[in-house]
């Protein structure tokens, strides 16, 4: 039979290994957002719309938080991510608007 530590250090290495996948992914799948972003401000700009759209950024953060709960995510930390990552575009959008 197998050592337990072993064996406990063989599956923490695998949740390991995927957490470590999983932040590539989450990495990579911002930096797409932020490229969308990136051009929703300059959109934006471009016609003098406001940087941000209180009425989307509330209905985002109703679906995050209905995802979030099917999940089984957090949905106050699902919204307080959210809210982070809209501040960050708000910021984004207004130096396009200088």
Same mark, same amino acid.
């Given at each position: 039979?197998?050592?337990? !530590?072993?064996?406990a250090?063989? !599956?923490?290495?695998?949740?390991?290994?995927?957490?470590?996948?999983?932040? +590539? @992914?989450? !990495?990579?799948?911002?930096?797409?957002?932020?490229?969308?972003?990136q +051009?929703?401000?300059?959109?934006?700009?471009t016609?003098?719309?406001?940087?941000?759209?209180?009425?989307?950024?509330?209905?985002? @953060?109703?679906?995050?938080?209905?995802?979030?709960?099917?999940?089984d995510?957090?949905?106050?930390f699902?919204?307080?991510?959210?809210?982070?990552?809209?501040?960050?575009?708000?910021?984004?959008?207004?130096?396009?608007?200088?």
């Amino acid at each position: 039979m197998t050592d337990p !530590v072993a064996k406990a250090a063989d !599956v923490l290495s695998e949740h390991r290994e995927s957490i470590d996948r999983l932040d +590539a @992914i989450l !990495v990579y799948t911002l930096g797409e957002r932020f490229k969308h972003t990136q +051009a929703v401000g300059k959109l934006k700009a471009t016609h003098d719309l406001p940087p941000s759209d209180p009425t989307r950024e509330a209905a985002q @953060i109703a679906r995050l938080e209905d995802l979030a709960n099917r999940a089984d995510l957090d949905p106050e930390f699902a919204k307080k991510f959210l809210n982070f990552i809209i501040a960050e575009v708000i910021q984004h959008h207004k130096t396009h608007q200088s």
